[in-house]
């Protein structure tokens, strides 16, 4: 039985074995949340752009709305322990349950106060 490519369902592409075994991203995650975070600090998910090298994965994000692609991306670097850069962190200072200021220092950090804002 022969399958039309047209009906195949696209596959998103896997976390990396990097991030798995050691929390870092690929530097181009990294990047499109710090470029989406400089266009729009509110609405950085409607700025989300990534390219893709497989025709695959290309249309699957090509079909997925911008909260998706926001809520994939926080997802991708939910362990990322890599530092933020150092502009990133008061700009997103906020206060504990204690009331202590706190700033993120790691893409972790970060995206587990986005993700508050995607809910």
């Known amino acids: 039985m022969k399958v039309a490519l ?3 369902i696209p596959l998103q592409p896997k976390r990396s074995m990097r991030l798995q075994l050691y929390g870092h991203a690929g530097g181009h995650l990294r990047d499109a949340l710090l ?3 400089e266009k729009d600090r509110v609405r950085w998910w409607t700025h989300v ?3 893709f090298d497989s025709e695959r994965h290309h249309a699957w994000w090509n079909r997925l709305s911008d ?4 809520r994939w991306l926080l997802g991708q670097l939910w362990c990322c322990s890599d530092v933020l850069p150092g502009w990133v962190c008061p700009e997103f200072a906020h ?3 204690r009331g ?3 700033q993120p220092t790691t893409y972790a950090q970060l995206v587990r106060l986005l993700a508050q804002g995607l809910i």
């Open 35 to 37: 470029d989406a975070i």
């Open 67 to 70: 909260h998706e692609k926001g």
């Open 6 to 8: 047209s009906h195949v």
């Open 100 to 102: 202590v200021v706190r």
């Open 49 to 51: 752009r990534i390219d």
């Open 95 to 97: 206060y504990d349950d």
